[in-house]
């Protein structure tokens, strides 16, 4: 590969000076003339039939409005739908007619200012009658979706198996923490448009739910991706937008619609709950026959994911270990509790969170290393996917595990970090693997389109429909432009999302396809348009391309002493063939293949209160090519995060009547910073042949595999078998006193 | 600043006149850690605020010749870098600490701790295990004295009037050595599911004379754990291992909170409280005799 200039450099992304400077402007900083506030009143009770009198709240100073379902249209939509050709159940209503869970959308109250909003909800009367709430898997029955994967004859393995290991676990629903809450803004211009400001991730989708629920003209409705205080896939589902939407073309003003945390907690997506068994067959050598995994997810009180989830769930377990033989069952079940949506790793933390725990059982019964099991049974480069999906790639993970075991000194230190034990403390290593994909390629619709122009004065204008959530997409896309023009990134501008000002994007920022796909597409265009400007030099300068040679932003003719800037050429260009120097692409994903990673966790358990600290942390990252090597670290470390949160502290607790308990940050604890170990990054940049300069994804990713392996560790440092997360110390100490 | 709904006294007299027309919307405001939680959680707009922090003698931390005398309006940043409170009450330095953020513990105050009466506050065991008094003020201009743990009901209760507040609270100075430790969801940044203040009398050779020991957030108010007190009396610290303790331990916490779930969690937790702060009364015993020796 030639030498990069710009890919894999860690230059500063454009807006960091003003997000830590606080001047960067979020929804909640924007103001218009005669703009309205709004905010939903969200269900008390996790099931019931409503009556609301909304008279006392409308004869409250300031307010403007007061809507509930008696007042919107009576159109069901399905909020995780991203496009029409979607199939998709269509079940919630813009406010609902009856609470099916405890956050449900009931009610929006409209006024002047924010206080009068806030003094007038609680002067909404809402009468409910209740009814009896499903919750939780154990009481769900009814059945959302359900799917099977297979590959092979698992049942014709198990008989031959020398050992068949059994774990049951389950993952807790998490709230994706973003620090700033779900808001949006929704105006009309001065040709009557309605405009939606929203941190989004896919503005398509909020486009066609406001057209279909509003009964308006795709072409009149645009929506623009604002600043974001962060998503982790809490804001990929279309939740407020088009009630917003609603407010202003019914009252005709500009009205921002806001939540706070207990909102945004109850009132909008989680992490899909699961309940999983891993059943797999093994022989005396540790080689894997075949496996059983069967998923039991509490989809919510709205279909919304309940066949992503599923799918996407399921689908990671046939890339990771090569074995012939594997069958996955997957269900998602109504419950009165909050909708499943997207969150960050979609399916997989959960998926690795039980078959990860599951491998270090295997490797006990055998009396194996975990990594040395692991190492007989991963994929390898060119590895196929035996259920039909695309090609696996350039799997490298077999690298991250040996790289990981050097660095973390692995073998020494599973073998004498006992020796630290002391009465209270026990202290234990472990590891786990993980695997994510690179788009929707061979599922969905997974294409791009771009529009990329040189202008006048050399600077590059960029147009795609991306939605950067704070982890450096313009800088990435800047990057790889810059790679294929040979100009600096500060010349390029990539816009953001905008349905009036970007062209279409088929799936938006999710499911780990930006980089790989969206990149992809940049270096595509790129790659066309500096061989249009190199041939408009040829023609207006009569040479031959061989001879043209870019530097910088400039071209020269070898072999004399001429040399052009971009903008020289666009401007000669243009004056003599009445041309501008563009390019548009519409750019299909080649390939969907695996990215891979290997964690390793250090861990001290406290046998007496049951904290457990994380001492070190290792991620080994198969990324095939970093862009931008300061980001990736800290999409890895961000994960990171969240995935040992996930291990240790995360749950929306949902008591048995279906209340929620913890609806602040006081009660849902996160990993905060005085816990938070610093996690070692390590890359394995081995190039994947269809990514844009070997590039693949690693956002995603980085939510895998650390929760398994801090499991691991707390299991190997007390001989315990557990399965569940999160693992509280309440969980420690019972563990302790069960197993005594 | 002085408005209808907001007033900023800097004398005692005119925070007695403020008293006099406080209503149950009026709002005694020191730190405002606690007080901004409730009037959100409560929805409650039309308050009114007598701003305390403005009263200088209410900030200060003084040491007379028999007590130490702590403003109400002092913070827990305050006590953290007092060596007063370092020398005299280490638990409290400790409790101190331990509270909630840094950036909490810049403005939340230990009057402020007193009044809410919230079942997990830190400061309370420790102001209970050195029988802390309260000087309160009334609109009156009356100032009584009263026992923190007899003016604490716990759960946000105390037994303050209505136009009373606190201006000030007062410790017995003492040779004691004593320390405070917690357990919440995470090691720092908490809200305690238990804690611990324990407070011990020492002969030069470690033995212990006397011990006060006080649990916090198993029960409305922090409670005095009396079997543990018993069983520490007349041993030695040094050497003293806390499984020794254990099933005192365990029926201290038994005798509390009998019919709670968290019993279980918390009997076992209880042990790693009391190790880490006969731990830390330990190491400040060794620092004080190798003092000793080194003046010798």
Request: aromatic share 8%.
């Amino acid at each position: 590969m030639k030498n990069l200039n710009y890919v894999g450099k860690s230059l500063l992304k454009e807006d960091s000076r003003d997000k830590s400077a606080g001047k960067t402007k979020f929804i909640c900083d924007m103001q218009r003339e005669g703009m309205l506030y709004a905010k939903l009143l969200l269900s008390e009770k996790p099931h019931a039939e409503l009556s609301i009198d909304t008279r006392e709240a409308l004869a409250q100073t300031d307010i403007i409005a007061v809507y509930t379902y008696a007042d919107i249209p009576k159109k069901l939509y399905n909020s995780h739908q991203w496009y029409p050709g979607i199939a998709a159940e269509f079940d919630e209503y813009l406010l609902s007619d009856k609470a099916r869970f405890m956050g449900d959308r009931i009610a929006l109250v409209v006024g002047k200012t924010k206080e009068a909003v806030e003094r007038a909800i609680p002067k909404v009367k809402v009468h409910y009658t209740e009814l009896p709430a499903v919750i939780g898997l154990e009481a769900a029955s009814e059945i959302a979706f359900s799917k099977e994967i297979t590959c092979g004859d698992y049942e014709k393995q198990f008989e031959k198996a020398d050992y068949i290991i059994k774990d049951s676990g389950c993952t807790p629903k998490i709230h994706h923490a973003a620090l700033e809450p779900h808001i949006c803004l929704s105006e009309l211009d001065d040709q009557n448009n309605l405009v939606v400001w929203t941190p989004c991730q896919t503005v398509f989708q909020i486009q066609h739910h406001i057209s279909s629920v509003l009964d308006l003209p795709y072409n009149q409705i645009r929506v623009i991706k604002a600043v974001m205080g962060g998503s982790f896939g809490g804001k990929g589902q279309t939740v407020l937008e088009p009630i917003c939407a609603f407010a202003t073309h019914k009252l005709q003003k500009p009205v921002m619609l806001y939540m706070d945390r207990r909102d945004a907690i109850l009132g909008t997506r989680s992490r899909n709950a699961a309940k999983m068994t891993v059943e797999t067959a093994v022989d005396k050598e540790g080689k894997i026959l075949a496996r059983k995994v069967v998923a039991e997810i509490d989809g919510g009180a709205y279909y919304t994911n309940a066949a992503a989830i599923v799918m996407a769930l399921g689908k990671k377990l046939f890339r990771l270990y090569d074995m012939k033989d594997q069958y996955y069952k997957g269900s998602t079940y109504y419950t009165h509790t909050i909708s499943g949506g997207a969150c960050r790793g979609y399916g997989s933390p959960q998926a690795h969170a039980i078959t990860e725990v599951n491998m270090d059982h295997i490797a006990k019964v055998l009396n194996l290393d975990p990594c040395e099991l692991r190492l007989r049974n991963l994929v390898s480069s060119g590895a196929k996917d035996l259920t039909g999906a695309p090609d696996i790639g350039n799997a490298q993970i077999r690298e991250c595990v040996l790289q990981g075991m050097a660095a973390f000194a692995w073998q020494e230190k599973r073998q004498t970090i006992k020796n630290k034990n002391t009465a209270r403390y026990a202290y234990g290593v472990g590891m786990a693997c993980g695997v994510h994909g690179n788009g929707y390629k061979g599922a969905y619709p997974d294409f791009t389109q771009v529009d990329m122009s040189l202008l006048s004065d050399g600077s590059i204008l960029v147009k795609i429909s991306v939605h950067d959530q704070g982890c450096g997409t313009l800088m990435t896309m800047q990057q790889i432009a810059a790679e294929a023009l040979d100009i600096d990134t500060s010349r390029i501008k990539v816009l953001e999302a905008d349905t009036f000002m970007t062209p279409y994007d088929s799936a938006g920022t999710q499911a780990s396809r930006v980089t790989f796909v969206c990149g992809g597409a940049v270096k595509n265009a790129g790659e066309k348009l500096i061989t249009e400007l190199i041939n408009a030099l040829c023609e207006l300068k009569d040479c031959s391309s061989d001879s043209v040679e870019t530097k910088d932003g400039c071209l020269f003719i070898k072999n004399s002493m001429q040399h052009y800037t971009y903008g020289d050429i666009a401007v000669l260009y243009e004056l003599k063939y009445s041309k501008k120097l563009s390019v548009f692409v519409e750019y299909e994903s080649p390939a969907n293949p695996a990215s891979f990673a290997a964690c390793f966790a250090e861990v001290r358990v406290d046998k007496y209160t049951g904290e457990v600290m994380v001492l070190d942390c290792l991620a080994v990252h198969d990324i095939g090519q970093s862009v931008n090597p300061a980001l990736v670290e800290g999409q890895i470390q961000g994960g990171a995060h969240m995935s040992l949160g996930m291990a240790l502290f995360e749950e929306i607790e949902i008591d048995a009547k279906g209340y929620v308990k913890s609806t602040n940050f006081s009660k849902y604890h996160l990993m905060n910073a005085p816990v938070m170990p610093h996690v070692q990054v390590l890359t394995v940049e081995h190039g994947e042949p269809y990514g844009p300069y070997g590039a693949k994804s690693v956002g995603e990713l980085a939510a895998v595999a650390p929760a398994p392996a801090v499991v691991n560790a707390i299991n190997f440092a007390l001989d315990t078998s557990i399965t569940s997360y999160p693992v509280t110390p309440e969980v420690i100490i019972s563990h302790i006193m069960n197993e005594a | 600043m002085t408005s209808p709904n907001f007033t900023s006294p800097k004398s005692l007299k005119t925070l007695c006149k403020s008293l006099r027309i406080k209503d149950e919307n009026t709002f005694i405001a020191a730190g405002c850690t606690d007080l901004l939680i409730h009037l959100n959680q409560q929805r409650l707009y039309d308050y009114k605020i007598i701003d305390i922090t403005h009263l200088t003698e209410l900030k200060k931390i003084q040491e007379q010749n028999h007590t130490v005398t702590i403003g109400a309006c002092v913070t827990m940043t305050e006590l953290e870098n007092s060596p007063i409170i370092a020398r005299y009450f280490p638990a409290l330095k400790d409790a101190a600490y331990h509270l909630g953020s840094k950036q909490i513990r810049n403005l939340a105050t230990l009057g402020g701790n007193i009044a809410n009466a919230s079942q997990s506050a830190d400061t309370l065991p420790v102001l209970f295990a050195y029988e802390a008094e309260l000087e309160i003020l009334d609109s009156s201009g009356r100032i009584r004295l009263s026992k923190v743990m007899d003016t604490i009901e716990g759960l946000g209760k105390n037994t303050l009037k209505k136009d009373e507040v606190i201006l000030k609270i007062y410790l017995k100075k003492s040779a004691a050595l004593s320390a405070f430790s917690k357990i919440g969801a995470r090691s720092s940044v908490t809200i305690s599911k238990l804690n611990a203040c324990i407070k011990l009398d020492l002969t030069e050779s470690s033995t212990i004379l006397s011990a006060s020991i006080y649990l916090g957030a198993v029960g409305a108010k922090p409670i005095q754990a009396q079997l543990i007190e018993k069983a520490l009396t007349g041993r030695m610290l040094e050497g003293l291992r806390v499984d020794s303790l254990s099933p005192c331990i365990k029926d201290q916490i038994e005798n509390a909170i009998p019919t709670r779930a968290s019993k279980h969690y918390k009997k076992q937790a209880a042990l790693g409280v009391m190790e880490d702060a006969l731990g830390k009364i330990a190491a400040l015993y060794l620092g004080a005799s190798s003092e000793k020796e080194g003046t010798l």
